[in-house]
């Protein structure tokens, strides 16, 4: 007999995502909130819950979360998606029990045989972080009290992206497309041999810099397409009703790609895509502050594998504990005079302004912007809360159209990264560490350029 998905501890809110992928894990679903935690935790978030006994990361009140043997995410995008220029590889050993298909993370379409141990070969893409962050959180966190099986989380992460295609080379009918649900109809038959549940957890996406190139102005309604697709398509294959979130990124690498140009609107219409469907198209971080290789455009094999960390957080949070993923971004912009206050969402307050991780570009990042011959500049920022930035102009602005921007303009042909090109200094309090040595896993604020009123 098919062994099946389990839940425990729903939390209020949380019953038809649990029972969607209890039913494509071949329980029945939870029939009532009898296991419901109090109304006034629900609301709790994971990062204000109590620490474990090292004070490493949060322990979740009660996740909200249906157990399967095979959690399957599918990886696409472009050449930051597969590695590119990111050997040598480092994660050459599983610690846990995640896996790939036998053609490796790097899976192709053809002969997907058999589950082998995730490991990187030739470079470090950012899978093997990815699933190993999440398997030691389910493991040592946020399952522990849970009896075997069921305080894990098996990973499947396969990877079917293509280095320099843009959105028109990746979406429904491509090659690329159809290799990603070839490694769906793979992955349900292997798992099905084998006595095993199994449901598709998400899509992950790093991408951007084709389209930018393209000045493709139809990126925003093209990632919610792309979610929509995958989902549709994964949901007819598996018989699961379980949603399908895509996971991306904001690309940063503006000044390096296609013309290099010192502003990207296509970075913008990322931003606006997660904005417009937060639990479909959920946007992780931006990347000015991961290590680029020499070329100031792909990460090197450290960034790759700190990225799949970051993946891994957001990944945390909504999947193994049914809470919604915001990344540091602005929530609303007001203006007295020629004083901006900017409110921001912010995962771990409080606020903070790093200029050692990453230095400053000038006034942190910010930048302010209207149609008037000479629009005041801006003269000061300073933090004004836990989750709020106060930015002063040079005079009260007269000029239509006016904007408050941040990591907005870089120079052109900069490199990418934490020293040059497109970036900010505003991150959060975040100390959940990275399992590699590399600090805090801090959420850094994206790129925004926001209406003033």
């Not at 931006?286 to 957001?314: F, Q, S, T, V, W």
């Not at 991780?357 to 629009?375: M, R, T």
Request: aromatic content about 8%; some cysteine; overall charge neutral.
């Amino acid at each position: 007999m098919k062994r099946g998905c389990g839940s425990w501890a729903l939390g209020v809110g949380a019953v038809s995502a649990v029972a969607a992928i209890s039913a494509a894990c071949g329980d029945p679903p939870p029939s009532s909130l009898a296991l419901s935690q109090d109304p006034a935790d629900a609301g709790q978030s994971a990062l204000d819950a109590p620490r474990d006994d090292e004070g490493d990361a949060p322990v979740p009140v009660a996740p909200a979360f249906a157990y399967c043997d095979v959690n399957h995410v599918l990886s696409t995008g472009q050449s930051l998606a597969v590695g590119a220029v990111g050997s040598p590889s480092l994660s050459k050993s599983q610690p846990y029990k995640n896996v790939m298909f036998n053609t490796g993370v790097l899976a192709g379409g053809d002969n997907l045989q058999a589950f082998v141990p995730l490991v990187e070969h030739t470079v470090e893409t950012m899978s093997s972080a990815l699933a190993n962050d999440v398997a030691k959180w389910a493991r040592e966190l946020i399952f522990k009290e849970i009896a075997v099986p069921k305080n894990d989380h098996v990973m499947l992460v396969s990877n079917h992206g293509r280095g320099g295609v843009g959105y028109s080379g990746l979406k429904r009918g491509s090659a690329q497309y159809e290799d990603g649900l070839e490694q769906v109809r793979a992955a349900k038959a292997i798992a099905g041999a084998r006595q095993l549940s199994y449901v598709v957890r998400a899509v992950t996406n790093v991408h951007g810099e084709a389209d930018h190139a393209l000045a493709n102005m139809n990126y925003g309604k093209n990632l919610l397409q792309w979610q929509n697709d995958y989902e549709k398509d994964v949901q007819k294959i598996t018989g699961q009703t379980a949603p399908v979130p895509m996971l991306h990124s904001q690309f940063s690498s503006w000044t390096r790609v296609g013309n290099d140009a010192a502003t990207s609107k296509v970075a913008m219409l990322q931003l606006e895509a997660s904005r417009t469907a937060r639990d479909k198209v959920v946007m992780v971080m931006a990347k000015y502050h991961l290590p680029y290789a020499r070329d100031g455009i792909h990460l090197n094999n450290l960034g790759y594998r700190l990225m799949g960390e970051y993946y891994a957080k957001a990944y945390r949070r909504l999947i193994l504990e049914g809470r919604p993923w915001t990344p540091l971004w602005p929530s609303k912009v007001s203006r007295a005079g020629a004083a901006i206050t900017i409110a921001f969402d912010v995962p771990v307050p409080p606020l903070a302004l790093d200029t050692t991780l990453v230095s400053n570009p000038g006034q942190f990042g910010f930048e302010f912007a209207d149609d008037s011959a000479s629009a005041p500049i801006v003269t000061g920022v300073k933090l004004a809360g836990p989750t709020t930035v106060e930015v002063t102009l040079s005079s009260i602005p007269v000029g239509a159209n006016k904007r408050l921007r941040y990591a907005y303009t870089g120079i052109r042909g900069s490199l990418a990264g934490p020293q040059s090109g497109p970036r900010g200094n505003l991150r959060d309090s975040d100390t959940i560490p990275s399992a590699f040595g590399a600090g805090p896993l801090y959420n850094w604020s994206v790129h925004f350029d926001e209406p003033c009123p």
